[in-house]
């Protein structure tokens, strides 16, 4: 099974269908257009939150970054009076510098990435978006804002005017999740922001023709009119979206095929060809995971008869 990736909502979804569904049947394909080089290092936020996840060490309070890491580099760094765009942990560090070592000996981000996950002994598939460079700039009235840069420095404060993937027009999806598009049934959009986490993956040439050709299943990361946590709301109305179950199904309406929505949400949503499911969402904790996970091995195999 295929599932899309990106910010922090789809990593805690990937710790019950790790339990449900068993780690070797996921293909994960990963946001790569907030990655950014920090001090000479290539720093992929969204796949690393995916090997962390996976291989259990995530930082569990933040959602990215191993847990308990050290910091001692980036306080050794600041003292010399160099500051780092974003706060690297000691061990976190250590991936990016072989996923660097890996791409100067003439890797691509694909096998690097691959690299990677065997060492943290996983075995799931984990593909990055794509070999070219994008980034996800946001439009701000004092000007453009790397994301990381809006979202750390500073704290996602600033009014959203825009959100621009640039680079997008040239950048193709990687031959590796191609195949995996072509190869799989069933593609399932995690809880993730439809905007900046998953819409790069689905801005790439040709991904929303792919999907149409498949069963498509989407949690939604909005329950009533908030997002479940980080910036999901200011980029949805910014890019003319409701923020709501239902400007979640506009994002993806042209290849969506299910919509599960929380149990509570009131929000009705009436299109043809879309089955909306309702159950809890919200992951507070492993066991929440796992029972999501559940619901939709559940529906998957009795209802898709998978």
């Known amino acids: 099974m295929i599932v899309l990736s990106g910010g922090t909502g789809t990593p805690k979804l990937l710790v019950g269908l790790k339990q449900v569904f068993g780690e070797a049947q996921l293909r994960v394909i990963v946001n790569t257009a907030e990655d950014m080089v920090v001090s000479g290092n290539l720093v992929c936020p969204d796949v690393d939150s995916v090997i962390y996840t996976l291989a259990g060490v995530i930082d569990k309070d933040r959602w990215w970054g191993i847990a308990d890491d050290s910091f001692y580099t980036y306080t050794a760094l600041k003292g010399l009076g160099h500051e780092e765009r974003m706060m690297i942990g000691d061990r976190d560090r250590a991936t990016h510098i072989l996923r660097t070592e890996l791409l100067n000996r003439g890797m691509s981000l694909t096998e690097a990435t691959a690299v990677l996950a065997t060492k943290f002994g996983i075995t799931a598939e984990i593909l990055p978006m794509t070999e070219d460079a994008v980034s996800t700039v946001i439009i701000t009235p004092a000007g453009k804002l790397h994301f990381q840069e809006f979202w750390i420095a500073h704290k996602g404060e600033p009014e959203v005017l825009d959100v621009q993937f640039e680079g997008i027009e ?66 949805m109305r910014a890019k003319g979206f409701e923020v709501s179950a239902s400007g979640v199904y506009n994002c993806y309406k042209d290849f969506l095929d299910v919509l599960v929505i929380d149990k509570s949400d009131r929000c009705g949503i009436e299109a043809e060809g879309v089955e909306v499911l309702k159950t809890d969402i919200i992951i507070r904790n492993a066991e929440d995971s796992r029972q999501l996970g559940l619901f939709l091995f559940d529906y998957l195999h009795t209802d898709l008869g998978l």
């Open 170 to 235: 040239s950048a193709k999806p990687t031959e590796a999740v191609i195949n995996a598009l072509m190869q799989e049934r069933v593609v399932l959009i995690g809880p993730s922001n439809p905007i900046t986490s998953i819409g790069p993956i689905l801005s790439l040439a040709g991904v929303r023709d792919l999907l149409k050709r498949k069963k498509v299943v989407a949690i939604s990361p909005i329950v009533g009119d908030k997002p479940v946590s980080g910036p999901a709301g200011k980029f």
